[in-house]
């Protein structure tokens, strides 16, 4: 399974981005995607996730009202729409697939394969 993230860029405080990442490869019937995203000096951390159906989603508390995640099955690939954008929203931003199904998760050990990452940077 390999995951391509796209999107990232440099963006101007209350502005917006979209990340889009497309999954290719032997993915299975059904899985859940996830956002993550790593700044410097820190641990990765949960933003968004969605399961299979599109019916179950999660988001960080930071980010809840301002990012939405949603995903085209058809096109094996996740969007987060990031709304109202902060500096402390800025770092490196991961997509990451569970084959487990349905549950979505915050834990990063719970997501099997991971994409290369794409650069958000919001300036004040």
């Known amino acids: 399974v390999q995951l391509q993230a796209s999107g990232g860029g440099l963006v101007q405080a209350g502005g917006s981005l979209r990340l889009s990442c497309s999954a290719s490869?032997?993915?299975?019937?059904?899985?859940?995607m996830g956002w993550f995203r790593q700044a410097p000096g820190k641990e990765r951390e949960f933003v968004a996730g969605i399961s299979w159906s599109g019916g179950r989603t999660r988001y960080e508390d930071s980010v809840k009202g301002r990012f939405t995640i949603s995903r085209d099955n058809a096109k094996n690939t996740v969007y987060l729409q990031m709304d109202s954008l902060k500096p402390e929203d800025t770092a490196v931003y991961y997509c990451?697939?569970?084959?487990?199904?349905?549950?979505?998760?915050?834990?990063?050990?719970?997501?099997?394969?991971w994409g290369q990452g794409t650069q958000v940077t919001v300036s004040s």
């Open positions: 990451a697939l569970d084959r487990e199904g349905n549950v979505v998760r915050a834990w990063t050990g719970s997501y099997d394969y």
């Open positions: 490869g032997r993915t299975g019937s059904s899985y859940v």
